[in-house]
Each structure stands twice: as structure tokens, then as C-alpha cells.
T-cell receptor
Framework: SQTIHQWPATLVQPVGSPLSLECTVE??????LYWYRQAAGRGLQLLFYSVGIGQISSEVPQNLSASRPQDRQFILSSKKLLLSDSGFYLC???????????????FGPGTRLTVL | RKEVEQDPGPFNVPEGATVAFNCTYS??????FFWYRQDCRKEPKLLMSVYSSGNEDGRFTAQLNRASQYISLLIRDSKLSDSATYLCVVNPEYSSASKIIFGSGTRLSIRP
């Protein structure tokens, strides 16, 4: 069965510090991968998605970046965190669109980031 | 108008009650629909997909009304463990999840 891992679970970082969040998926090949942010009491905002190694699409302009160095690894980074980067970061995967539905997303446990 | 709208609640109902909430969407070309459940400080988890003919899973029933552009979730014989936020999800594309839109959620609280 497929599983998705994220770490760390919680993170407290000072403003201006760098960030690296990692997400890995097991049990599937060539998944679509996604990074979302959920601010307190708000809906999920799609930040990045990837359909393959090295292929990243950005949905919103910001000081975050994403990379996919391996098929089942997705990394969210920042060189300098802002206060507004605080939130709940969720990684998700969906099946590759090989003639079937690719839109059911499965989420990792998330990373709760507080920028002080 | 928001692309996906939900009543934020909270819906506060007694255990054993039946509760229903709707979610409206603005894109009439939307292809697929889901309900996710999110517990406090946890990740969203898929509750059920919503099919054109409606579908049922135990105490949960989901329906789609394309003419009025809304989906609904009905919970019968509610349990304390049903307390959570329910997210409506709409996707205008069948084969890609990059355009998927999440509602802000409806908070449900079941009291003893």
C-alpha cells in the first residue's frame, strides 16, 4: 500500500532563516506531488505541484521554492523565511494520469511551521 | 464569487442526530467532487468521492446536483467521533489534480 511521509512534524524558525521540508512517498511510481499551505482557520492553498522528476509548477508567487530530485521525493525550501510563511504545510500525492482518474489526493501528516 | 463555498459552521448537533451540509461551486464544467475530513491539527483524509448518481458509505451519503452546482454530505446517526471539519473538493479536470480546489471547510461538533 502507499504511504506518504513528511518531516519534521513541527518547526519553529526565526525570520530570515532558511527552510527545508521533505516529503517522500512509498508504494507508487511516478506520482503527481503537491505542496499546500493551510493558514490557521483557512482553506488549503496549492503552492507547487510536480508531474515528474525536475518538473515543478508554481501556483503562487512567493519566497518559497520546490524541487523533486527523485521520483518519490519532494522538497519545499526557502532561503529566508517571512512571518507570513507560518502555517501548516501539507504534501500530497495523486496517481499518475495514465488514462484514469488522477485527482484523488492523499495527504502526508503535515509540518506545522511557526516563524518568529 | 468564490470557486468553492462552504458554510464554515460550526454545526453543533447532539449525538444520534442527522446533519447535512452543502457546498456550492462556480465552475459548471467541474468534473469530479470529493468530501475530505480534517481533524484538528491533522491532515485531510478522503471521506468519499461524489458521483453523479450519488453514493452512500455506511452512515454517510453524498450527492451531486449539477443543475444547481452544489454537492451535499449527509451524516446519519452522528457519533462523537464525527466531530471534525469537512472539506468540499472540486476538480475541473478529470485526469489532473493540479486545478483541484478545496473549500475552507465546515466545522461539525457532535455533543453527547
Amino acid at each position: 500500500s502507499q504511504t506518504i511521509h513528511q518531516w519534521p512534524a513541527t518547526l519553529v524558525q526565526p525570520v530570515g532563516s532558511p527552510l527545508s521540508l521533505e516529503c517522500t512517498v512509498e508504494g507508487t511510481s511516478n506520482p503527481n506531488l503537491y505542496w499546500y499551505r493551510q493558514a490557521a482557520g483557512r482553506g488549503l492553498q496549492l503552492l507547487f505541484y510536480s508531474v515528474g522528476i525536475g518538473q515543478i509548477s508554481s501556483e503562487v508567487p512567493q519566497n518559497l521554492s520546490a524541487s523533486r530530485p527523485q521520483d518519490r521525493q519532494f522538497i519545499l525550501s526557502s532561503k529566508k523565511l517571512l512571518l507570513s510563511d507560518s502555517g501548516f504545510y501539507l504534501c500530497a500525492w495523486s496517481t499518475p494520469p495514465r488514462g484514469g482518474r488522477a485527482d484523488t489526493q492523499y495527504f502526508g501528516p503535515g509540518t506545522r511551521l511557526t516563524v518568529l | 464569487r468564490k470557486e468553492v463555498e462552504q458554510d464554515p459552521g460550526p454545526f453543533n448537533v447532539p449525538e444520534g442526530a442527522t446533519v447535512a451540509f452543502n457546498c456550492t461551486y462556480s465552475n459548471s464544467a467541474s468534473q469530479s467532487f470529493f468530501w475530505y475530513r480534517q481533524d484538528c491539527r491533522k491532515e485531510p483524509k478522503l471521506l468519499m468521492s461524489v458521483y453523479s448518481s450519488g453514493n452512500e458509505d455506511g452512515r454517510f451519503t453524498a450527492q451531486l446536483n449539477r443543475a444547481s452546482q452544489y454537492i451535499s454530505l449527509l451524516i446519519r446517526d452522528s457519533k462523537l467521533s464525527d466531530s471534525a471539519t469537512y472539506l468540499c473538493v472540486v476538480n475541473p479536470e478529470y485526469s489532473s489534480a493540479s486545478k483541484i480546489i478545496f473549500g475552507s471547510g465546515t466545522r461539525l461538533s457532535i455533543r453527547p
